[in-house]
C-alpha cells in the first residue's frame, strides 16, 4: 500500500476551505480511507470526532465518501477518534453519512470514569469485513488502547440487528475467548463487551483497539501477545 497523510489546517476560514477541498481530492484518488485516532483533534467530549465529522460532513466530503463506497468498492477504516467519526456520521453502522437521531449508536465515556490505557484481548467475531479477511472467527488478538470515551451504546433492537447481519465484529474477551463485562476484559464497559462494528457489507470498519501501534520489537514481554492482521486485510482486497 502507498499512504498518504492528509493534514488539516484549520486555522483562518480560507485554511479550512482549503482543507476540505483537499480531503475531498485525496479520497477520490484513493482506494481506502483511514481515519485516525491519538487525540488528533483535542480530546475534550466528543472532541476529535466532532472535528473530523464537521470535515466529513462538508457535501464535497460526502459526495466523495459516497462515490467511494458505493462506485468504486473503496474501504473505509476508524480507530479510536477515528471510529467515533464514523459513528457519528453513520458510516458504521448504516454505511452512509446520515442525520444523527436517538436512535443512533454512540461511544461515551467508560464506565470506570476515566482514561484507559493499556492491552487489551479481542475476539475476531464475524467475517464479513474484507479488514478481517486474514484472520478467522474465534481468532484472538492482543491489541493497545488508550481512551475515555470507548464505552459502545446500542438499543436493544439495533444490537439483534448488527448481530443478524453480521455487523458485530470484535468483541473484548477474557484468557479463554469469553466476552464478558468485567473491567478486567471490557475496559470501558461497552455492551455485548463490542469493540469493533461494521457498515452492512463490512467495507467500512470500526474499532477501539490500536491495532496500528504494532512494530517490529514491540511488547516482546507480552507472553502471549498475538498480532491482528488488520491492515494487510485491507490491502489484499485490492489484490
Not at 17 to 29: C, G, H, K, V
Not at 94 to 117: A, K, W
Not at 119 to 148: F, N
Not at 187 to 202: F, H, K, M, Q, R
Request: glycine letters at 10%; hydrophobic letters at 40%; one cysteine or more.
Amino acid at each position: 500500500a502507498l499512504p498518504t497523510t492528509l493534514i488539516v489546517n484549520n486555522l483562518t476560514p480560507d485554511a479550512v476551505a482549503e482543507s476540505i477541498a483537499a480531503l475531498a481530492a485525496a479520497i477520490r484518488e484513493s482506494q481506502i480511507v483511514m481515519i485516525p485516532g491519538g487525540f488528533s483533534g483535542g480530546d475534550e467530549p466528543d472532541g476529535s470526532a466532532k472535528f473530523i465529522t464537521a470535515f466529513f460532513r462538508a457535501p464535497e466530503v460526502t459526495e466523495a465518501v459516497r462515490d467511494l463506497l458505493q462506485n468504486r468498492d473503496g474501504l473505509m477504516l476508524g480507530i479510536c477518534n477515528g471510529f467515533q467519526a464514523l459513528v457519528k456520521l453513520g458510516l458504521v453502522p448504516y454505511g452512509d453519512i446520515v442525520p444523527m437521531t436517538d436512535e443512533c449508536p454512540t461511544l461515551t465515556f467508560n464506565t470506570i470514569g476515566r482514561h484507559q490505557s493499556r492491552l487489551v484481548r479481542t475476539r475476531v467475531a464475524s467475517s464479513l469485513s474484507p479488514w478481517l479477511s486474514e484472520c478467522k472467527v474465534g481468532d484472538t488478538h492482543t491489541v493497545a488502547i488508550s481512551h475515555g470515551e470507548g464505552r459502545f451504546v446500542a438499543s436493544p433492537e439495533l444490537i439483534e440487528k448488527l448481530i443478524a447481519n453480521g455487523q458485530v465484529a470484535t468483541q473484548y474477551v477474557d484468557a479463554e475467548g469469553k466476552p464478558s463485562m468485567d473491567l478486567s476484559v471490557n475496559p470501558n464497559g461497552s455492551v455485548l463487551s463490542i469493540e469493533g462494528i461494521t457498515s452492512p457489507d463490512g467495507r467500512v470498519l470500526g474499532k477501539m483497539g490500536h491495532t496500528e501501534r504494532s512494530g517490529t520489537g514491540l511488547y516482546r514481554n507480552i507472553p502471549d501477545f498475538t498480532y491482528q492482521p488488520l491492515i494487510e486485510g485491507g490491502v489484499e482486497y485490492f489484490k
